[in-house]
């Protein structure tokens, strides 16, 4: 490499810094908009009396129509029939409540939706600028930018951001997610820049394949799109605790209503964390099997009970565990969510754990 070239791209490092740090800047902006939200946007005793006075209201009208006189209808010869009205009966699955989704982190409030839209919007922005940095990491060591752990860490988070603003823009209701996530991200970013910084370098030998940019793509997508589903699952449980204290009849707290009240009902919860951790596990199959073909490649062996291969497979294991949970009718909602939860912290301690404390052929972590 000329001298030429290696400055060009030590400069491209420094932009790469810079934009990195830029966006947790942006993030933390988000931070405090998605606090608005969620504090300006609790609807206020006024707003909850009109809405029960407006549900009243509705209620009195139906149980009016319901109790109308049947209609009678007067047929040819002076004849009159009676039209008896139909009787709408609904059912909800079993074990589940009838119980609406929460308004929203916005509460159902144009001030707090204004904040809301400002924090999607400051989301945005840093996604657009951490995406920058991480295509700046990339070309300034002139490969795919997954070499360490600083460079999945970065790669992660911007995957995990965009996943989010993707279900946004198809219209599904997840902005509640939106305060977490930005936490979570805020955190991550934090411990990439202050632990997990590594300089720009070039790969080990093993690495220099057009496998890295299968593999360890579809592992970083893997892995974002299990927190989005680890996340739902979270707040299932704190959701479904919250409605079993409404039906035994007790009063939560007045913050804990605060904030439970507004988010989606826990079957709701429960279905989205579901679907989410259904559709990525088969593309999580897959990586796994490209790591072996990769590995047979690289090591001339498939497999090779490295710490890695292991804790990769123990995670298959627990998420395959988790979708079987779910289609048996007794495994389904908290204990389904804790299983869900272990299968993550599976896909955690692979990361963190495998990669920091435990030595093998994919220690890469440069830290």
């Known amino acids: 490499m000329t001298p030429l070239a290696a400055a060009a791209n030590e400069n491209l490092a420094e932009i790469s810094n810079y934009l990195i740090y830029s966006s947790m800047a942006v ?23 009109a809405a029960a006075l407006t549900g009243a209201k509705e209620a009195a009208a139906a149980g009016a129509a319901a109790s109308a006189p049947a209609v009678k209808v007067r047929g040819k010869g002076g004849a009159t029939a009676v039209l008896d009205q139909p009787k709408v009966t609904t059912r909800s699955a079993t074990g589940a409540r009838d119980v609406p989704d929460g308004p929203g982190a916005a509460g159902g409030t144009v001030q707090g939706d204004l904040y809301g839209r400002i924090a999607i919007s400051l989301t945005a922005l840093a996604f657009l600028v951490e995406a920058a940095g991480v295509v700046a990491r990339a070309l300034s060591v002139q490969r795919a930018p997954w070499g360490n752990m600083y460079e999945f860490s970065i790669t992660f988070s911007t995957v995990a951001v965009g996943a989010y603003l993707v279900l946004l823009a198809l219209k599904k209701n997840v902005r509640w997610l939106g305060l977490i996530l930005v936490t979570t ?9 202050t632990w997990l910084y590594t300089d720009s370098d070039q790969l080990v030998p093993a690495l220099h394949s057009y496998w890295l940019w299968i593999h360890v793509s579809t592992a970083i ?30 009063t939560p707290g007045r913050f804990r209503s605060s904030v439970l009240e507004r988010l989606p009902s826990a079957a709701s919860l429960d279905k989205f964390s579901y679907r989410i951790n259904a559709a990525v596990f088969p593309l999580w199959t897959f990586t796994i099997i490209a790591g072996a073909i990769w590995a047979g490649d690289a090591w001339g062996r498939y497999w090779g009970w490295d710490p890695k291969e292991v804790w990769s497979f123990v995670t298959w294991v627990a998420y395959a565990c988790y979708l079987h949970a779910r289609a048996t009718a007794g495994w389904k909602g908290r204990k389904a969510a804790y299983l869900a939860l272990f299968a993550f912290a599976c896909w955690i301690w692979n990361y963190y754990g495998v990669n920091i404390l435990l030595s093998g052929k994919h220690s890469y972590a440069g830290v």
């Open 185 to 193: 991200v805020l955190l991550d970013l934090g411990i990439a820049v």
């Open 221 to 250: 997508f893997c892995g974002a799109v299990f927190y989005i589903g680890a996340a739902g699952a979270v707040l299932y449980l704190f959701r479904d605790s919250y409605e079993s204290q409404l039906e035994a009849g007790r």
């Open 27 to 49: 993030y933390m902006l988000a931070f405090f908009a998605h606090i608005a939200e969620w504090t300006f946007g609790s609807r206020s005793k006024v707003g909850r009396t």
